[in-house]
């Protein structure tokens, strides 16, 4: 969490909103599964996962969406600010199962400072070079 909630005054656009990392590991998806009820095997079962054309077991896109919007209300300080928030998935996440797991960066940058005291983040995700998210987008209130 920032150590002082930002105020519409106190952004400009270009404002960066500090990146984050974040470790999925198989453990994660497992527990998403069953608190999202999502059990596709291509989430936990490597064979199945590879038997479908993937690299490897991937996470949940919603957990990685998610995942990726914590930058964002840890940012705002109350998930209640976010007026929006979408993205487009450009590249799954894929999880080894070893000690590692994958990892998610994720920054922003406010692109617009609207006239109803919202502003419009724009975020990037990526796992190493690969960026598993494109478009996405917040737009959040501000005090």
């Given amino acids: 969490m920032p150590s002082s909630i930002p105020t519409y005054a106190d952004v400009s656009v270009g404002t960066e909103i500090p990146a984050q990392e974040f470790t999925l590991q198989r453990a994660d ?3 998403y599964a069953g608190a999202s009820g999502d059990f596709n095997v291509i989430h936990w ?3 199945v996962a590879k038997s479908v054309g ?3 077991v991937i996470a949940h896109g919603m957990l990685t969406m998610a995942t990726a919007g914590r930058v964002v209300t840890d940012w705002v300080g109350d998930p209640g600010r976010v007026v929006s928030y979408g993205v487009r998935f450009s590249r799954p996440v894929v999880v080894e199962d070893d000690d590692k797991g994958a990892t998610l960066v994720v920054s922003g940058i406010v692109e617009e400072k609207n006239e109803d005291g919202t ?3 724009a975020l990037t995700a990526t796992v ?3 960026k598993v998210l494109m478009g996405a987008k917040a737009v959040v209130r501000l005090a």
Avoid: A, T
């Fill in 29 to 31: 998806l497992v527990k």
């Fill in 45 to 47: 079962n490597e064979r």
């Fill in 54 to 56: 993937l690299p490897n």
């Fill in 119 to 121: 502003v419009s983040i």
């Fill in 128 to 130: 190493g070079e690969n």
